[in-house]
């Protein structure tokens, strides 16, 4: 039971019927999503696809990380972030919150989202063209569920070298290319 589907009955001001049709909205996203989450994990199994988050915490030793530098704020694809600097356990590879103890947060950034209040930029580490979230878990989740494609981020770049662990192995592929017969 919501305790706000009957606020304008309380509360004849247009502002408490405003709140409670965003916190339903947002309720409402939020069982919609942990529910196509689910699907989408059972059939990423079923057909034996990553599931998860990369970890950026597991793969730094693998990365031989050079150096980093300060980007400042970018534009980011969300579809380009795929990691997370050690919350892995909390979303899956789309940003779905795996478990009901994400809900209240999860909401409250649905409801700010949906009142398009300024919300600070979600931080990011970039390695190579791929992203991980420092900062903004759920407001990447919150996004990504409601539709946008992109966001403001701030971002720090990592120098590391090629090939990456979530990278296609380019090498192989190249090689069968140039070992193919010609016709």
């Known amino acids: 039971m919501n305790p706000f589907e009957n606020a304008h009955l309380l509360d004849g001001h247009r502002s408490g019927n405003l709140y409670a049709r965003q916190y339903n909205t947002a309720l409402n996203q939020f069982t ?21 988050l990369y970890d950026l915490n597991v793969l730094k030793p693998d990365l031989h990380v050079r150096g980093s530098c300060y980007a400042g704020i970018e534009v980011v694809p969300i579809r380009a972030i795929i990691g997370s600097e050690g ?47 420092r900062d903004g878990h759920h407001r990447i989740s919150v996004s990504r569920a409601f539709g946008q494609m992109a966001m403001d981020a701030e971002v720090i770049t990592w120098k590391a070298a ?4 979530w990278e296609p192995n380019v090498c192989c592929a190249t090689s069968r290319i140039l070992l193919a017969p010609e016709s």
Do not use: C, H
Not at 91 to 103: G, K, W
């Open 162 to 165: 090629p090939p990456f662990p």
């Open 32 to 52: 919609s999503t942990l529910f196509k989450g689910k699907i989408l994990r059972m059939k990423r199994k079923l057909l034996n696809q990553k599931q998860d």
């Open 87 to 133: 919350r892995t356990a909390d979303f899956d590879v789309n940003f779905v919150p795996l478990s009901e103890s994400a809900r209240e947060r999860w909401v409250n950034m649905a409801i700010a989202y949906l009142a398009r209040l300024p919300l600070p930029p979600v931080q990011l580490i970039q390695v190579g063209e791929a992203y991980f979230v």
